[in-house]
């Protein structure tokens, strides 16, 4: 690929994640004035992406807000732990490195074989949910992206019975802070691209990262599977989450199924399981075309701009 063309796909994907973050912070009114976001960063190209679209949306936002960075040193040996703070003084953003050894309770706790990630997370969010309040941080950003937000739907599904997934903003568990997901319209395919044409310093999780045969990996590779032999399958389960019919479902707290009477009155979608109907439009292509064209009213009416000139 030539070079003019090089740059060229790369101000496309530039554009594509600027907008598509820009779209779920208007969609969920994830950042408002005067907010002080602390971005987690984890040493992941998701992390990195995060922080790196939240800095170019900044910079021409009609709002005031500010970022902090925060990583959690986990003391998992070998972590590079220069790398991290040399990376962020360079970029010249306001940063907190927490110094906290969960890496030894976890292999204390977890016997050998068994998946650490549930315990670690716990640990994690307790940790980051202190630190946030020590720095006056009114949201806490996470790196999720899309096909975390579907593994999680599925994970939930096969192994936890429950129609759950992640949520793009929620209350903390404690109820003292509001989490956020900036990138849960992003598809993990755009940010390994980003982090390549960024040269982010990557730093693998020798901890989880490691472990073989976790049932979060199973998900993710059964979804890419999917996606390359069906593509759009992907787009269509994410607007899904969006189009919800609880009275098609069997859940009773969410639908008066025990309640129900003929009416007499006829209902097009009355019991209509899967007929052959246009589809929803997907999520993911709701946003504006690639040339920039701003004509979507939701755009229009956006806080943040999302178009990269």
Excluded at 8 to 24: D, I, M, P, S
Excluded at 25 to 51: A, F, H, Q, T
Excluded at 78 to 88: D, K, R, S, T
Aim: aromatic content about 6%.
């Amino acid at each position: 690929m030539s070079t003019e063309k090089t740059q060229h796909e790369n101000h496309k994907l530039e554009k594509r994640l600027c907008r598509e973050v820009g779209r779920a912070i208007v969609d969920y009114n994830m950042i408002e004035e005067g907010d002080r976001v602390m971005v987690c960063l984890s040493g992941g190209k998701d992390s990195y992406g995060m922080l790196d679209i939240l800095q170019k949306l900044q910079a021409r936002a009609p709002i005031q807000f500010e970022l902090i960075v925060v990583n959690l040193d986990q003391k998992q040996p070998g972590f590079p732990e220069h790398i991290l703070p040399a990376y962020l003084t360079k970029l010249g953003v306001k940063f907190h490195i927490e110094n906290q050894d969960t890496y030894s309770i976890v292999k204390r706790v977890i016997p050998e074989g068994k998946t650490m990630c549930s315990l670690c997370s716990r640990l994690r969010r307790g940790i980051l949910y202190r630190v946030a309040s020590e720095l006056g941080a009114t949201k806490i950003a996470l790196g999720h992206h899309r096909d975390d937000i579907l593994q999680t739907l599925l994970l939930n599904m096969f192994f936890g019975a429950k129609l759950k997934g992640m949520p793009p903003k929620l209350v903390s568990d404690d109820g003292r802070h509001v989490v956020i997901r900036p990138m849960a319209y992003v598809a993990e395919t755009d940010l390994a691209r980003w982090a390549e044409v960024r040269e982010f310093p990557i730093i693998p999780c020798t901890l989880c990262g490691s472990q073989d045969n976790l049932q979060r990996q199973q998900v993710g590779l059964m979804l890419k599977d999917w996606e390359k032999r069906f593509p759009g399958r992907i787009e269509n389960m994410f607007s899904a989450l969006q189009n919800v019919v609880p009275s098609h479902l069997m859940d009773r707290q969410l639908h008066p199924f025990t309640a129900l009477r003929a009416t007499g009155v006829a209902d097009d979608g009355g019991d209509k399981a899967f007929d052959d109907e246009p589809l929803p439009t997907p999520a993911l292509r709701q946003a504006p075309p690639e040339d920039g064209d701003m004509g979507n009213e939701a755009v229009r009416r956006s806080v943040i701009p999302i178009a990269v000139s």
